[in-house]
Each structure stands twice: as structure tokens, then as C-alpha cells.
């Protein structure tokens, strides 16, 4: 037992002596071993660190949590997260991009040296590693692209979901402990760390930012106004001037770019919902390794700083955006760019060039990096809302949902039972047209272009409802994923489908003598009828369409067909 004991130290010390000599400021980036060890590490030798265990990962293996000037008390630690300013930073979400990983090391490592200063600093949160089964996915060739570092984890992850579209569904366990960790620390600031692929250009770092449409008044005013014009003066001092994030318009950087639209399903789009400043770092594959790690630190620090300096406007902010959100009386969705409007940015960009290519021996593009360019380039970014609707008082949702009402409780939205009032009227959601993909996209045949019919209903016989009022801090998930066709709504992601089908029909031989009835004792239906088959052949040559049309206005069929059982509730 002794020497199996003395066995384990000897491994033990000689792992941990690897870990902490190695230089992860150079072109290696820890595994998901080595990571833990450096963040338990972190946390045992400082009283400021502490390292829990939020959740598992589709694997089963922890997700943890490492917070920098917490409360020492897990308890008092995410009370004070709600109550003062705090900072989320989201690492390996891809792990084939972990220049965050590297960056919190690096700035962790930096912060310690300089005496642990913890005045003024809000609590910070860091997520080590999000996507631990793509972390331990671990090869050198999964992203062409790229370069560096020597090895590095995979995008899937355990069971090859893209975690940075599962934000409102959420089919992975990994979701599920995000949004624990999420809405225990409700943070100001939420930082997602990527590596970008796509056209060639000079930056190393660009920067996704929300729809300046989604957002409140003031929240947008904060974003655009002040925090992005003080992170683009910040990292130029660094010697890292920072562009929008390369979203084309058209094949090279020269045709425009387009500001990106983060719906909720992607984790920045996600915390917009709920008012954080949320952006998302996108470093450029084609930089060294090293160089994008720093780059990535030295935003960190930037936007700390900001924060810092800053606290109590954003706390403010926030505090508004919530009682703006509650007085607007129509929620907008599914925005479209205007193409219409830009304006004109300074971009840094290669020259893009044409040659024959050596392999396939057509014509090819390539971005000539001795012959850059500075100039202003058009910036899209104006979005246009295609959808709206005046925004219920309250939602109703039949207790047979199981799946949707998990997840509104793991979002911390607050519901209770329901008892109808004679007055009450209800608005329900009817589906009358959807389209799906031909492949699946991230486990569903998920909707789009929906039309949905508002009507009213009655409630259904038998069936527990539970109320959600839309007067809560939540109030745009909650109008987002329980408006029907919204771009992540709970339809779109197909929790809904079983509304969609017809259960009941007709032999036509038996229906013809019913229908014929029907269209004697309702003329109107003649004429429609005969309208449809004068100007549609393939309607006139169709029994089956023919006997259809004048089945879905019979008593006969079920009037259940696409209706969803989340209702919508007025008030006076």
C-alpha cells in the first residue's frame, strides 16, 4: 500500500511539475486534464480563486466554474454575482479554438504577479472549458485552416451537437448546466471566446456585438455609444486595432461587411435576451497562435477595465433596460438587413487576387498579403423586423408540456397554476404554414417561414394550465421562445410537432354523397370551389384535393390541426 502510495505522489508531482512548466504563452494549449489541474491549482493557492462543479457534460465529466474575487461561500458567492457587477466569460465552446483557454491562464497567471488587486474589480467568472467532450476530442488536423496550436480539441461535442446553437433547445446536458451557471450569476458582461474562419485581412481579433434592433434603448445606447468605441480606442493602444466581425456581403471584404445576426440559439444572442452586454471574440485562424492568445487577454483586460470603471451605469442600465422592455407594447422578431443602409467603416484588408489553380486548374482566389490595403468599406448594419405583435399580458401553457415548462423553470421564469375568469378571453396560435430543411441541422428538421393565425379558443377540457406573466425580468426569452414563429421559438425547434398532424379522414367513395350535401346547403363553397379549379389544373383533375377543401370546412374535421397549446392572455 506504501509504495502504491508513493507510486501515486511520484505521478502526481511529475504531472503537475509539467503542467505548471509548461509556456502557454507559446504554441500549446492544455488538455482537459491538464486544464483542471491548473484551475485547481489557481483555486487551492489563492483565497480570491474558487473552482466549483456547476453541471455535467454530455459525458457525465463536470463543467466547472472558476470565479475571481467571489465570496469564499458558493452561496454568498452567486448572491453577490446577482447583486453587484459580474463578468462571464464563456472558453471552449469550440475547443478546436481555445485561444481563451490560454488567455485566462495567461491573464490569471499576470494578475497574480501583480499582488492579486482586487479593488473596484467586479466578480469574474470564468467557464475553463464549456464543450469537455470536444476538449478530449484532441487531434491536429480538425481545422485546416488554421494555424496552431501543435493540438487542440474538436468542435461536436460528445454527442456532435455545435453547442453554440443549443442556447434556447437545449438537447445537451451542457446547455442545461450553462443556463444554471447563467442565471445563478446573471452577469453584466458575457464574453464568448472563438476563432474565426472565413476571408483573409490584417486584424487579429474582431468582434461580434448584438443587433443594435433586439436591444433596448439604453442597452443599445451603452453598447454602441460608449463600450465598443472605448474597446476599439483600448486595443489599438495595444497594438491590436479590432474590426466588426468579417460577416460578407459579398465574396471579399472590399463588397461590405454585414453585422452578423445573433439569434438566441448562439450563446451571445442568448444573454442578450437578457440584457447583458454580451459579445462574442472571434480571433483569425490565419494569425499565429500566440499572438491571438494575447490578443484575446488584452480584450479581456479592456473590457474589464471598462467594467470597472463603469459599474454603476451598467447596473443602472440594465436595472432600465428590463422596465423599457415591460413598456413596450409589441415584441419584433425575425429581422431582415437592410440593404439600404450602411455606413463606412476603416477596414485593413488584403489585396484578393486570381491565378490558375495548380490542383483543379481552374481559376482560384487568394488574399496577397504583400500588397494590404486600408480604406472605408461599407458596414450593413441595420436590421428590419418582418414580424410583430402586440405583446400578450400573459402566456398559457397546457401542463402536458413537460419539456417546455423544464426548461422556462431552468431559466428562472416565474409561472403558477391557472384558474379561468368567465372574462377571460384566449388567443390561441395557429399553425397554417411551415417549411423544414431536407437534412437535419443540429439533430432536428428544425421550422422556418412559418405563418401563424391568432383566433380565438377555448381552453381544453381536462387539462392543467399554468400562467406566465410577460411583467418579469425575462419578459423577451419568455415572448421569444412562446411566440410560435419566432426564428428559436419552442415550435421552431420542433417541441410542438404532435399539433401538426390531422388524426382523422375520409374514404372518399363514403364522403362524396356528404360533400355534395355540403356544397348545396353552402353555395359560398361552390363558388370557391370552382374558382380553385378554373385557375388551378392540377386542384380540377384532383378528387382527393377537391373532397379536402370541402372536408376543412365541415363540422367533420378536427379543428385541432396546428394548434399549440400555449395561449396567449390580454389584459384591459
Known amino acids: 500500500m506504501a509504495r502504491f502510495y508513493s507510486l501515486f505522489v511520484l505521478i502526481f508531482v511529475t504531472f503537475s511539475t509539467f503542467v505548471f512548466s509548461q509556456d502557454w504563452k507559446g504554441n500549446k494549449t492544455p488538455t482537459y486534464d491538464e486544464l483542471v489541474m491548473i484551475c485547481k491549482h489557481f483555486s487551492a493557492q489563492h ?19 472558476l470565479i475571481i474575487n467571489g465570496a469564499k461561500d458558493s452561496v454568498e458567492t452567486f448572491v453577490k454575482a446577482k447583486n453587484g457587477t459580474t463578468i462571464l466569460v ?20 499576470k ?27 484532441r487531434s491536429s488536423t480538425s ?55 472565413g476571408a483573409d485581412y490584417q486584424y487579429t481579433l474582431t468582434l461580434i456585438s448584438s443587433l443594435k434592433e433586439r436591444m433596448t ?38 463588397s461590405g461587411l454585414v453585422a452578423f445576426n445573433d439569434i438566441p ?28 492568445v494575447e490578443a484575446t487577454m488584452y ?5 474589464l477595465k471598462f467594467t470597472m470603471d463603469n459599474a454603476s451605469e451598467i447596473e443602472l442600465a440594465r436595472k432600465k433596460a428590463i422596465n423599457q422592455a415591460d413598456l413596450s407594447e409589441y415584441y419584433k422578431w425575425n429581422y431582415e438587413l437592410d440593404t439600404t443602409r450602411y455606413d463606412f467603416i476603416d477596414f485593413m484588408g488584403y489585396t484578393a487576387k486570381y491565378k490558375t ?117 425575462k419578459r423577451n426569452f419568455i415572448l421569444h421562445v412562446l411566440l410560435a414563429n419566432c426564428e428559436d421559438s419552442y415550435f421552431t425547434w420542433n417541441f410542438m410537432d404532435s399539433y401538426l398532424d390531422q388524426k382523422e379522414y375520409f374514404s372518399p367513395y363514403v364522403f362524396e354523397d356528404i360533400a355534395l350535401k355540403l356544397l348545396e346547403e353552402n353555395p359560398s363553397w361552390r363558388k370557391e370551389l370552382n374558382e380553385l379549379k378554373e385557375t388551378d389544373p392540377d386542384f380540377a383533375q384532383s378528387q382527393w384535393q377537391q373532397l379536402m377543401f370541402v372536408y376543412k370546412k365541415s363540422p367533420y374535421f378536427e379543428n385541432t390541426v396546428g394548434l399549440l397549446p400555449i395561449l396567449l392572455l390580454y389584459e384591459d
Open 299 to 303: 480584450f479581456f483586460e479592456s473590457i
Open 90 to 109: 464563456n472558453n471552449a465552446i469550440h475547443p478546436g479554438e481555445p485561444d481563451g483557454v490560454n488567455a485566462m491562464i495567461l491573464w490569471i497567471e
Open 357 to 473: 489553380s495548380e490542383v483543379t486548374g481552374v481559376n482560384r482566389m487568394y488574399y496577397d498579403r504583400n500588397s494590404p490595403w486600408t480604406k472605408k468599406v461599407k458596414f450593413y448594419n441595420s436590421h428590419y423586423a418582418m414580424d410583430s405583435v402586440k405583446a400578450p399580458n400573459y402566456f398559457l401553457i397546457a401542463a402536458t408540456e413537460t419539456e417546455i415548462l423544464k426548461r422556462l423553470r431552468q431559466n428562472q421564469v416565474e409561472m403558477s397554476e391557472f384558474s379561468a375568469s368567465d372574462q377571460d378571453v384566449f388567443i390561441g396560435q395557429r399553425v397554417v404554414k411551415y417549411s423544414q430543411g431536407d437534412r437535419p441541422y443540429e439533430g432536428h428538421f428544425s421550422h422556418h417561414s412559418s405563418k401563424v393565425n391568432f383566433e380565438k379558443v377555448n381552453l381544453k377540457e381536462g387539462v392543467k394550465y399554468f400562467k406566465v406573466s410577460t411583467h418579469q425580468a
Open 143 to 197: 481545422r485546416a485552416n488554421q494555424d496552431g496550436p501543435e493540438s487542440y480539441g474538436f468542435r461536436g461535442n460528445e454527442r456532435n451537437f455545435d453547442l453554440n446553437r443549443d442556447f434556447i433547445k437545449m438537447d445537451t446536458k451542457n446547455a442545461s448546466t450553462f443556463v444554471r451557471l447563467y442565471q445563478a450569476l446573471n452577469p453584466d458582461v458575457f464574453i464568448d471566446n472563438h476563432v474565426t474562419n
Open 217 to 254: 434603448p439604453i442597452i443599445e445606447n451603452l453598447t454602441y455609444k460608449k463600450v465598443i468605441p472605448y474597446l476599439n480606442n483600448a486595443m489599438k493602444q495595444r497594438g491590436f486595432p479590432i474590426s466588426p466581425y468579417v460577416d460578407l456581403k459579398g465574396s471579399i471584404p472590399d
Open 47 to 65: 483565497d480570491e480563486i474558487e473552482m466549483y462543479q456547476m453541471g455535467e457534460s454530455d459525458g457525465g465529466i463536470p463543467i466547472h466554474l
Open 265 to 292: 440559439r448562439y450563446s451571445m444572442g442568448y444573454a442578450s435576451l437578457f440584457h447583458s452586454l454580451s459579445f462574442t471574440v472571434e480571433t483569425h485562424m490565419l494569425k499565429e497562435f500566440p499572438k491571438r
Open 111 to 137: 494578475w497574480v504577479k501583480a499582488g492579486k488587486p482586487i479593488n473596484g474589480m467586479p466578480l469574474i467568472a470564468f467557464v475553463p472549458s464549456y464543450n469537455v467532450g470536444g476538449m478530449l476530442n
